[in-house]
């Protein structure tokens, strides 16, 4: 038998030789851990998206308001403390408080209308 032969016959053993390595140093060390390890990794892999769930539902809840617009009284919802528009009338809105409020930029003054009827001035 040559030395080449020899290198050859130890190349092909070489994978085996290495398995046989690592189950030796795993039975050596326990395989407890492994399993452990694995049955929590698979545990916290089930439990993540019921906790995911129940979390963005509890999120939901508190941030999401369902109120009239303030100026054409359209019913809709929204996330509270953002900027949208009305649906119905385009009308830039802010959800504050657990309401709609009208949005209006720096330096704007909001008025809004009372209407007095005739007679009450006449009295």
Same mark, same amino acid.
């Given at each position: 038998?040559?030395?080449?032969?020899?290198?050859?016959?130890?190349?092909?053993? *070489?994978?085996? &030789? %290495?398995?046989?390595?690592?189950?030796?140093?795993?039975?050596? +060390?326990?395989?407890?851990? &492994?399993? /452990?390890?694995?049955?929590?990794?698979?545990?916290?892999?089930?439990? @993540?998206?019921? !906790?995911?769930?129940?979390?963005? *539902?509890?999120?939901?809840?508190?941030?999401?308001?369902?109120?009239?617009?303030?100026?054409?009284?359209?019913?809709?919802?929204?996330?509270?403390?953002?900027? $949208?528009?009305?649906?119905?009338?385009?009308?830039?809105? $802010? +959800?504050? /408080?657990?309401?709609?409020? *009208?949005? @209006?930029?720096?330096? %704007?003054?909001? !008025? %809004? @209308?009372?209407?007095?009827?005739?007679?009450?001035?006449?009295?």
């Amino acid at each position: 038998m040559s030395f080449k032969s020899f290198q050859l016959k130890l190349l092909n053993l *070489r994978p085996w &030789l %290495t398995l046989l390595a690592v189950i030796c140093l795993l039975a050596s +060390v326990g395989l407890g851990w &492994l399993v /452990n390890s694995l049955l929590i990794i698979f545990g916290l892999l089930l439990l @993540a998206p019921i !906790v995911a769930f129940f979390g963005f *539902r509890w999120w939901l809840q508190r941030n999401l308001v369902a109120d009239q617009c303030p100026v054409c009284e359209y019913e809709f919802t929204g996330l509270n403390n953002s900027q $949208l528009q009305c649906p119905n009338c385009g009308e830039s809105l $802010l +959800v504050q /408080n657990s309401h709609f409020q *009208r949005f @209006a930029p720096e330096g %704007t003054i909001d !008025v %809004t @209308a009372v209407e007095i009827p005739a007679q009450s001035l006449e009295d």
